[in-house]
């Protein structure tokens, strides 16, 4: 009996083929759950030179209120909203930090500065930064910075602006738009 590796999965496929002498009698269906893909790498870590970034990404998701979590301001960890885009594949992916912790120097970034996001496959995505825009809370289009379905986008989004009257959070939200570079 073969052994299997902790963390390690198979797919085994079996394909019946008919006696030579009953060419009438029909193959079975290879039933669609055979044929699944692997899902695709998710992002383990952001790495963004140009203002020293290199955390670890932790999947996030969305609050009670309809707001999108965001890991602990004690630690220096990027959220990625697992309910969204898997980096690499078409659409928005989306990033999130504290302004006071992992992307306190995001306002910092320019266009064609570079992004580089971990795999859980050990592979390494290189995203280029595009354009950076900031938006008044209830401003912020979540269309764009979710939805958009062009190409492989990265979105990376943190606290601008002053804190509001009840302390509860930031004004205004930062938004740093990169695109996969074309390698």
Partial sequence: MQKILPGAFAIVLFIFIAPAESPQTPLPLIPQTALAQAPS????SVIIPAIG???????????????LDVPSGSTGNVGWYAAGTIPGDIGSAVLDAHVFAAFSKLHNLKTGDDIYIGTSAGSTLHFVIEESDTYQL?????????????????????CAGSMTPDHSTYDHRLVVYAVLAKN
């Fill in 138 to 158: 209830a401003q912020v289009p979540l269309q764009q910075l979710f939805n958009r379905s062009d190409a492989p986008r990265l979105n990376l989004i943190t």
């Fill in 53 to 67: 970034v290199n955390s670890p990404i932790e999947d996030v998701g969305v609050l009670p209120n309809g707001e």
């Fill in 41 to 44: 790498p998710v992002p383990v």
